[in-house]
């Protein structure tokens, strides 16, 4: 059964930071495209990040680009998403998903992404 496992959300003053992690299990990541995507209420669910199966390459969404890092560790099984000078609308549930294929032109695109976890929530406050 695969799992994916967000953890490290919480809620933090506009300009802090946060560390999300997820960890897979019943799943080998090391092949995988692996992905962050957020939903705030009301709003369709966007690509924040995205990190090839090697980590060589990486994709950002607009608003994160410069602020938010992603990053993968496959001995763990395991992904990161450093989000750092962050604003009140980055307050979403973040989600962690895995794509059995490189990611490609569909780093970001959530319906590409076969696998998701159940997220962590993120507010941040003015």
């Known amino acids: 059964q695969v799992q994916l496992v967000e953890s490290g959300g919480g809620s933090v003053q506009a300009g802090g930071s946060l560390r999300l992690s997820c960890a897979a299990s019943?799943?080998?990541?090391?092949?995988?495209?692996m992905g962050w995507f957020r939903q705030a209420p009301g709003k369709e669910r966007e690509g924040v990040a995205a990190?090839?199966?090697?980590?060589?390459?990486?994709y950002y969404g607009d608003s994160v680009k410069g602020r938010f890092t992603i990053s993968r560790d496959n001995a763990k099984n395991t992904v990161f998403l450093q989000l750092d000078s962050l604003k009140p609308e980055d307050t979403a549930m973040y989600y962690c998903?895995?794509?059995?294929?490189?990611?490609?032109?569909?780093?970001?695109?959530?319906?590409?992404?076969?696998?998701w976890g159940q997220g962590t929530q993120v507010t941040v406050s003015s």
């Open positions: 019943g799943y080998t990541i090391s092949a995988s495209c």
């Open positions: 998903a895995a794509r059995d294929s490189a990611c490609g032109a569909y780093g970001l695109v959530p319906r590409m992404f076969g696998y």
């Open positions: 990190i090839s199966s090697r980590g060589v390459f990486t």
